[in-house]
């Protein structure tokens, strides 16, 4: 087992991602967004596990960053969705929830990494 699957925000972030897919299977949803949101989401679990094997701690923090603002793109799209009727409310509440906790997780790792 790699280092990066035990981590529980890694972990969070492939059901956020299975969620994603829920999500993406909605066919009212436009080609460009479900692109854009998917490639978001993936951003998020694949940044996570970079930077897990990065051996600096300014190499570390450098991915983290970059899957916390994969994070908030997420946010912004499935807001718009939610606004377009697109998704319930409901899978916004639970995707939402998820993405909160981990922009939390995520910033106390790079809080870490700034020590």
Do not use: T, W
Request: positive net charge; hydrophobic residues 45%; contains cysteine.
């Amino acid at each position: 087992m790699f280092d990066f699957e035990k981590f529980s925000v890694y972990q969070k972030s492939e059901q956020l991602y299975i969620k994603v897919l829920k999500i993406l299977s909605n066919f009212q949803i436009d080609k460009n967004i479900k692109d854009q949101l998917k490639r978001a989401a993936l951003s998020i679990v694949l940044n996570i596990a970079e930077g897990a094997g990065k051996y600096s701690k300014k190499d570390k923090k450098n991915f983290y960053v970059i899957a916390k603002g994969s994070v908030n793109e997420c946010v912004a799209i499935i807001r718009i969705l939610k606004i377009e009727g697109k998704i319930s409310e409901e899978l916004f509440q639970k995707a939402y929830a998820d993405l909160l906790e981990i922009a939390k997780m995520l910033s106390a790792l790079i809080n870490i990494m700034i020590k």
